[in-house]
């Protein structure tokens, strides 16, 4: 789980990132990101009911990415807000190959430091 300062949680906050964000996307997952004018950045991580009808499978797919995230987050640029988007392609993989697809995009996005 996210620290309080690093979760992305005003809906205010979250139309504003989808609306007016750039957006990275690979096959699997993709990010929609903007400066949030902060030292902090936030993250909110969203795993639709197209991904699979079960939220338990949806769940364990989000609790993985925001573990990703958690450990990798101090070379995250900070004073971001990032959404990240997954695909039904992300409950085929594993825990490694989602790590090298998440950091895959962010590096993409120019958000790893």
Do not use: W
């Not at 504003?16 to 991580?45: I, Q």
């Not at 959404?83 to 090298?100: F, I, P, Q, R, V």
């Amino acid at each position: 789980m996210f620290e309080q300062k690093n979760r992305l949680r005003h809906e205010k906050d979250v139309k504003l990132t989808l609306k007016k964000g750039r957006s990275v996307f690979d096959s699997v997952c993709g990010v929609k990101f903007r400066p949030n004018g902060g030292t902090d950045s936030r993250f909110a991580v969203v795993v639709g009911i197209k991904v699979h009808k079960s939220a338990v499978k949806r769940n364990r797919v989000r609790r993985q990415y925001r573990e990703i995230i958690r450990t990798n987050l101090t070379g995250i640029k900070p004073g971001m807000d990032v959404m990240l988007l997954t695909s039904k392609g992300a409950l085929d993989l594993d825990y490694d190959a989602k790590k090298e697809r998440l950091m895959g995009v962010l590096k993409k996005a120019k958000l790893v430091v």
